[in-house]
């Protein structure tokens, strides 16, 4: 299965865009581009997925590579409810399962 | 509409001791998994099922038994516990096609502890 690689951690102010990068140089063409966070003592949340196209949803922003071997998760404008551990996901056409990774841990300062 | 819930929320056990762990969609979703997160670490996938009566393993099955009987309910058992299966677990559910089924939703976890 394709592999993807994240920081550790990224820290941001309150109210700036957050960008967080995620490689896949191994991705196929049938892999889908999912993130997902999960906020302290809670499961995790969908947040956005792609596969080709950019895409802006209510909480983020996808940006894919043109040869989708990155991508980055974009965070408008961060809040302290945004801190949390995002997880860059490829999932195969037609799989049924996720595979997480460590994650990013997101610090927002007030 | 509750999403998934998932019973107990604590529970410490003996090593040896059996268990089992509820997780309860009403999303009327086809397909439910459960994950395992030590801490620091991301989730695994324990056991998943794409329907009722149907089971599969996933990366990390061994110690852990699955079940479902209902498609709203996916049972998690501990047949002897070890301190090893010490971690929070969870659960989640998905809709195979139609609006939202690339979107996973997951339940607020089980912190077992095995001593």
């Known amino acids: 299965d394709a592999k993807t690689t994240q920081p550790n951690s990224m820290e941001s102010n309150e109210e700036e865009p957050v960008h967080l990068p995620c490689n896949h140089s191994?991705?196929?063409?049938?892999?889908?581009i999912h993130w997902y966070r999960q906020l302290p003592s809670q499961g995790p949340e969908y947040v956005i997925h792609g596969l080709t196209s950019n895409v802006n949803n209510r909480m983020a922003s996808l940006a894919i590579a043109e040869d989708r071997k990155s991508s980055t998760l974009i965070l408008h404008r961060a809040t302290l409810r945004d801190a949390a551990v995002y997880y860059c996901i490829l999932r195969p056409l037609n799989d049924y399962k996720l595979s997480f990774g460590a994650g990013t841990t997101v610090t927002v300062r007030a | 509409n509750a999403g998934v819930t998932q019973t107990p929320k604590f529970r410490v056990l003996k090593t040896g001791q059996s268990m089992t762990l509820l997780c309860a969609q009403d999303?009327?979703?086809?397909?439910m998994y459960w994950y395992r997160q030590d801490p620091g670490m991301g989730l695994r996938l324990i056991h998943y099922?794409?329907?009722?009566?149907?089971?599969a393993k996933g990366e990390v099955p061994d110690g852990y038994n699955v079940s479902r009987l209902k498609k709203q309910n996916f049972l998690l058992g501990l047949e002897s516990a070890a301190p090893s299966q010490t971690s929070v677990y969870f659960c989640?559910?998905?809709?195979?096609?139609?609006?939202?089924?690339?979107?996973?939703?997951f339940g607020p976890g089980t912190r077992l502890t095995v001593l």
């Open positions: 191994t991705i196929s063409g049938t892999d889908y």
């Open positions: 999303m009327n979703h086809e397909y």
């Open positions: 989640a559910s998905r809709r195979p096609s139609g609006s939202s089924y690339n979107e996973q939703f």
């Open positions: 099922s794409v329907g009722e009566g149907t089971t």
